[in-house]
């Protein structure tokens, strides 16, 4: 009988059928949910895989999982652009200013730490560097900033006193910078929550005043490994007011994955640039496609 | 973008309404739509395995109720099932028989344990109480002077018989001090000043960083302490759990602190790390300032983490 007759249509479907049982599928599920992917995307993926285990005619469990793993590293997609734009920059009006980079994020995620392991890698390359301390608001955040800035030895342009305008600060760094012919000024910002306007009208601000002095090189979204759901609200707020361009996933060196940023990069397109390994000043890393997807099968 | 729990419930109960009474087939439909919701909270797989699990046998068995319709009751069983969990246990802080009381505060780094620390002592003072601050973190830049600021904002002193790390150029082993003997003597010195608090506040830590853990375990032990806060933020994703079994393991702790609450996430970890480790969640913390804070409402939480504030009106549409 032809393929078209029913029986040849069930025989076809039989023996394309995939061996995997209904618990093996979802235990592939399970390990991108546990990996913080999320229930949409995660269901998405595996429907995917569903359909192209069948077309390929893929029969081994281990073969689908190496079928995930490709799927996942195309989605992360290796041939993006993430390198940082750290080279200085010569405006229309010939004028060299430095590249301005500007770090933001939710409370606590690692951004005055990831300045300072960046400044440290900046300076190994031999960049001059300016850290700028525009977080006013938190108790010693200058303080730890500068510790960071001692450390590297950069120096760190700060306010004299707590609940400065951040801004102005922001500015005095990227004026400081550009005053004494520095590569890079690296701008640490106060954490705040996505859904408080008032605080992400004052980012908005910091970037308005920065950019009269000089343009942004980078804005570099620092989201935090262990973070769940939220991580994808985080991204939208942060790249409709900041225009992100970057993400530095921290705190990779525990048990959390930070699949989050796969919806992330999905649909903002941004790509995460860094991922932070630890309190060390040299616990930062470039982003590898496959190491990453590779720590979120577990494998 | 995300439909709610409630559209998607809506829906599915707009074909239940129209019937006498649930089906199994009915039942799994609205037990799907749970378990999506549950997982997109953030709340932890193993988690919504046995929640939705429990919410179907309680549904199947059909407590039947006739002020309300089939559909009514499986979103109250949810519901109750939630505030089961997350307020099982709630309690408020456990003061020491003889003075002082000592709190321990120990989790995640970033989590909001300094912050916290302030605001607890703001809040005892507040209660009459003479609390004094330990600063305990020599590890994280400048966390003790951090600590310093907030036990001054609070109004409440601080313990810090040593500098922690800070700036010192060039130098990458800053000499980070013995944590264990500032807790301990801490600990003396508030006896001796009759302090009838003490707070804690150590350095944050990974659940698979062995070395830390021991040495939490070696401050909890220096210090015998009567209570010790696993500080958590809601934000936190599906590590929720391997974080807390590792701290309860590692430290072992009392009670639960959920911080950043003010945020938006739905914060599905408090109904995680409450299954998983038993423990009560006594505060929330809502915000930077130390003012922000407060006794966790198990309700609330339920409905912030399945959207039930809208489910709830459900049972009056259903
Ligand atoms: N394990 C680990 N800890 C990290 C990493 N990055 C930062 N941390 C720690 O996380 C905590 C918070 O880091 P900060 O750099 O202060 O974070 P922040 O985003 O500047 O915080 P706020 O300014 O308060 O919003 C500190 O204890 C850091 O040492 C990382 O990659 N791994
Ligand atoms: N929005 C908000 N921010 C908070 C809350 N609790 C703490 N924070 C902020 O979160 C960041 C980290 O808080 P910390 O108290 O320094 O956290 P920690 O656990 O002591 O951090 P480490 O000592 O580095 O491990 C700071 O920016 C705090 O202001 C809260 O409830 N809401
Ligand atoms: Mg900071
Ligand atoms: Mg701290």
Redesign the pocket.
Known sequence: AGSGSPLGARLLAVLSRDHLTEDDWDELEETLLLADVGAGPSAELIADLRTAVRVAGVREPAAVRALLREKLIALVDPALDRSLATAPVIGADGLRRPAVLLVV?V????????VGKLARVLVAQGSTVVLGAA?TF?AA?AE?LATWGARVGVPTVRSDRDGADPAAVAFDAVRTGRDTGADVVLVDT??RLQNKAGLMDELGKIIRVITREAPLSEVLL?LDATTGQNGLNQARVFAEVAGVTGIVL??L??TAKGGIVIAVQRELGVPVKLI????GPD?LAPFDAAAFVDGLLGD | MFATLSDRLTSTFKNLRTKGRLSEADIDATVREIRRALLDADVAVVVVREFTGKVRERALSAEVSGALNPAQQVVKIVNEELVAILGGANRPLAFAKTAPTVILLAGL??AGKTTLAGKLALHLRGQGHTPLLVAADLQ?PNAVTQLQIVGERAGVPVFAPHPGAQGSAGTDQVDTGDPVAVAREGLAVARTRQHDVVIVDTA?R?GVDAELMRQAANIRDAIDPDEILFVIDAMIGQDAVATAMAFQEGVGFTGVVLTKLDGDARGGAALSVASVTGRPILFASTGEKLTEFEAFHPDRMASRILDMGDVLTLIEHA
């Not at chain 1, 606590?108 to 990831?114: E, F, L, S, W, Y």
């Open positions: 994020g409370n606590g995620t690692g951004k005055t730490t990831t977080d938190r955040a730890q106060a954490g620092v921290t705190k060196d525990g932070g390994l630890g309190e616990d | 780094q970033g994280r944050g990974l």
